[in-house]
């Protein structure tokens, strides 16, 4: 597996951790270790700029996700093939205010946005309320059972 994060933002995110995470996502979901990543954190103005570029929208958002292969989930018995994922794009200016608003560490939310756009980087979405259900559930047991085992 290739991760490639850069830090752009000027805010401290905890790489190593967030290496294990990708690393655990990917694991999780049956993809194979060969796939590539890019996970970038920028501050509010980039991530305004691209959310308004990609999707849009006008404002800063938390993450953004780019696929790039299509890759979907595997299974035990026919993991998905090697390819490059995507790329994950996170404010965490915008993290620690949410953070603070949920009760929870930077680090919890970072956990929380890069799980949520691997899911996205794997076809997942939540533009009708079973998909929604579907994909926040799925990163609920991900960050939870990651969380767990980082303990």
């Known amino acids: 597996m290739s991760v490639e994060i850069n830090n752009e933002s000027g805010v401290a995110v905890g790489e190593d951790r967030l290496q ?28 305004e700029q691209l959310h308004v570029q990609w999707m ?10 780019f696929p790039m292969d299509e890759l979907r989930p595997g299974r035990p018995d ?3 093939p090697a390819g490059l994922l995507g790329d994950i794009v996170v404010c965490p200016q915008i993290a620690m205010i949410q953070a603070d608003n949920a009760g929870h560490s930077l680090e ?4 929380v ?8 980087l794997l076809g997942f979405d939540h533009g009708t309320p079973d998909e929604e259900a579907e994909m926040f559930g799925l ?13």
């Open 113 to 120: 946005l890069v799980t949520h756009g691997m899911l996205h």
């Open 108 to 111: 919890q939310e970072l956990t």
């Open 139 to 151: 990163q609920r047991d991900l960050v939870l059972s990651f969380s767990t085992r980082e303990r």
């Open 78 to 80: 026919a993991p998905a």
């Open 20 to 47: 294990r995470l990708v690393s655990f996502v990917l694991e999780s979901m049956y993809v194979h270790p060969d796939t590539e990543l890019s996970l970038m954190f920028v501050d509010e103005a980039a991530i």
């Open 56 to 65: 849009d929208e006008p404002g800063a958002t938390d993450v953004l996700s």
